[in-house]
């Protein structure tokens, strides 16, 4: 079993910056995948960033050039650094780890 716990939600306010973390245990591989998601109100759930074992990276489009995956595989933790934030990145963000989801961390970003 996997558990994935994501922190670092919050209000802000637009062009402001904001770092989430997910933290993993259970039986997690490094050699494994991981990624972020996003959910805005009625809107479907969306990839934000993924990140390979190697460190090779993939991004939405919206985020490209704004945020920044990152993880620490000895510590089984990933983050995802949010930069020139905008109110339509407002959503809950969700951690995934193959079929395995997090609870998710609400983000608001105010105009």
């Known amino acids: 079993q996997v558990q994935l716990v994501e922190s670092g939600g919050g209000w802000v306010q637009a062009g402001d910056s904001l770092t989430l973390s997910c933290a993993a245990s259970g039986r997690i591989f490094s050699i494994n995948p991981m990624g972020w998601y996003r959910q805005a109100p009625g809107k479907q759930r969306e990839l934000v960033a993924a990140?390979?074992?190697?460190?090779?990276?993939k991004y939405g489009d919206s985020v490209k050039g704004r945020f920044t995956i990152s993880r620490d595989n000895a510590k089984n933790t990933m983050y995802l650094q949010m930069n020139s934030l905008k109110p339509e990145d407002t959503a809950v963000y969700y951690c995934?780890?193959?079929?395995?989801w997090g609870k998710g961390t609400l983000v608001t970003v105010s105009s």
């Open positions: 995934n780890y193959l079929t395995f």
């Open positions: 990140i390979t074992n190697g460190g090779s990276t």
